[in-house]
């Protein structure tokens, strides 16, 4: 069963694996472990720092900051594969629901950036609000290798159902 960490462990974390000044979905695109799907525009991928278990994230390839900057095949490839996700997600998981959004900072910081990108998150309790989806007060979760395997594998699986 995935474990719950502190949000203090969760930063210090992310303390030791960021890099400063860089882009961290530039990074994340380029070389992560937790891809489950990838097209020519757009990769998804499982947050390595999930608030719930399940959250995962598409990413645009290019650097994009403004939805303005995007053109039509880009917002099209980055929001049918997040419809596509929350649909695997939901097949694969069984959330009571499933939240997406569009997120990201106004400059680089230690858990967000402002690259273009959409977070597709699986909701299993009942009172969870929308200000509680993100936020890290109550710890996020972590898994074994096993774990983190078997979660991609099912959401590679229903992806391509």
Not at 32 to 44: A, L, Q
Not at 130 to 146: D, H, L, M
């Amino acid at each position: 069963m995935p474990e719950l960490v502190s949000k203090i462990l969760a930063i210090e974390r992310l303390k030791q694996e960021g890099e400063a000044g860089k882009c961290l979905m530039c990074k994340l695109n380029q070389n992560n472990d937790f891809v489950i799907f990838e097209d020519e525009h757009t990769t998804v991928f499982l947050s390595a720092y999930p608030r719930f278990w399940g959250h995962t994230i598409v990413s645009l390839k290019r650097h994009v900051e403004c939805f303005s900057d995007l053109n039509e095949e880009e917002y099209r490839f980055l929001f049918e594969n997040s419809r596509k996700v929350a649909i695997a997600i939901e097949k694969a998981l069984k959330p009571l629901r499933t939240y997406i959004a569009s997120v990201g900072a106004t400059e680089n910081k230690l858990n967000t950036c402002p690259h273009i990108h959409v977070n597709v998150l699986p909701i299993y309790e009942n009172d969870i609000k929308p200000s509680q989806v993100f936020t890290w007060e109550n710890g996020i979760y972590t898994g074994t290798e096993v774990e983190w395997g078997h979660l991609k594998t099912v959401l590679k699986s229903a992806m391509n159902a």
